[in-house]
């Protein structure tokens, strides 16, 4: 189509069919957000509940809170006195505790030993053994000295005969009895306990005898 006379747009189009002009369309372009790459990633990730939005190799990602933590690598020295803290905490594991340690109640389950002709005694195992003699009716059996001995650790021996008892007991060389306990001797009738009780000394190598109920 030719047109012979000059067209005259509106410099501010309010219809639908009516055309703009440059500085019209520059002028609306000048309050908009320039293009940005950036700008378009972060609006083609997806809300997520409780995702981070991060820089990851060198572009904008969606991390979960797992992997936030472990991009962080937070240590204990990150967090502020954290380390003293937890520098003043016993350890679950063999803890020491330097001040008064109060309980209700602590109980020892006993360690149950072996009937043998010598029985081994194990005291990284606990505190409390319980050996029952069934075998070799009249028979002497022999209490080895305790491997894994602690300084100032006490141990109590609980020993039962069978029904038909009538067995006796002696010490290795590394318990050691006191003028008024002199290798205590069990009672011999079936099915009762003697219980022994020991502390162990380890400038002396020994385990001291501090106790023997017999007869039970």
């Not at 022999?142 to 100032?152: I, Q, V």
């Not at 205590?184 to 003697?194: A, E, I, N, R």
């Amino acid at each position: 189509m030719l047109f012979k006379t000059p067209i005259t747009l509106p410099a501010d189009p309010t219809l639908a069919l009516q055309a703009g002009t440059k500085q019209y369309i520059d002028a609306g372009d000048a309050t908009k957000q320039p293009l940005d790459s950036d700008l378009t990633t972060i609006a083609g990730l997806t809300a997520t509940t409780d995702n981070f939005m991060v820089a990851a190799s060198s572009a904008w990602a969606s991390r979960t809170p797992t992997q936030a933590k472990a991009s962080l690598a937070i240590v204990e020295s990150d967090v502020s006195g954290l380390t003293t803290d937890l520098a003043a905490k016993a350890p679950l594991d063999s803890p020491t505790f330097t001040r008064t340690a109060t309980f209700v109640k602590t109980v020892n389950t006993p360690v149950t030993l072996t009937d043998a002709s010598t029985v081994a005694i194990d005291a990284n195992l606990g505190n409390t053994f319980r050996l029952t003699m069934t075998s070799g009716v009249g028979s002497t059996r022999a209490l080895g000295n305790p491997t894994n001995s602690t300084d100032g650790q006490m141990i109590l021996v609980e020993v039962i005969q069978d029904v038909t008892g009538s067995r006796l007991l002696t010490y290795g060389t590394n318990y050691a009895f006191g003028s008024l306990v002199t290798s205590p001797v069990l009672t011999t009738t079936g099915s009762k306990t003697d219980f022994l009780g020991f502390m162990y000394n380890s400038t002396a190598g020994k385990w001291r005898c501090m106790a023997f109920a017999p007869g039970y």
